[in-house]
């Protein structure tokens, strides 16, 4: 069962968490380790992140700016994205648009579906 989000002391985490998206992407380009599952990520600016591959598991990501990423390689099991804006993102086949409505408009955490 997914707890409630939390604030890591990662490096990485810190990083998104302050909007550094450069130095965020440019780490992970030389393989930085990102373990951000379950943390709060609610209200940032995340429009230039590179979001390949990265673990979003049971994050709380309300009233994020999701605009336009590509979120297909990405883990999004347990995320919650009330409020936020998702307009051009692409979502992993495994969530339904039933569970990317109800986490839009009521914060539930999205369910995959088995494929």
């Known amino acids: 069962m997914a707890k409630g989000p939390k604030i890591?002391?990662?490096?990485?985490?810190?990083?998104?968490?302050?909007?550094?998206?450069?130095?965020?992407?440019?780490?992970?380009?030389d393989g930085a380790e990102i373990n951000i599952r379950g943390t709060n990520l609610q209200g940032l600016d995340m429009r230039r992140l590179d979001v390949e591959g990265i673990d979003f598991t049971?994050?709380?990501?309300?009233?994020?700016?999701?605009?336009?990423?590509?979120?297909?390689?990405?883990?999004?099991e347990g995320a919650s994205i009330r409020n936020a804006?998702?307009?051009?993102?692409?979502?992993?086949k495994e969530l339904t648009t039933n569970e990317i409505i109800m986490s839009l408009n009521h914060g539930t955490r999205m369910r995959y579906k088995k494929i």
Request: with cysteine; glycine share 6%.
């Open 8 to 29: 890591s002391q990662d490096p990485m985490f810190k990083l998104l968490r302050d909007e550094q998206i450069a130095e965020f992407n440019s780490k992970k380009a």
């Open 58 to 76: 049971d994050c709380y990501m309300r009233g994020a700016d999701l605009r336009g990423l590509d979120f297909t390689s990405c883990r999004l």
């Open 85 to 92: 804006k998702i307009s051009g993102v692409y979502l992993p």
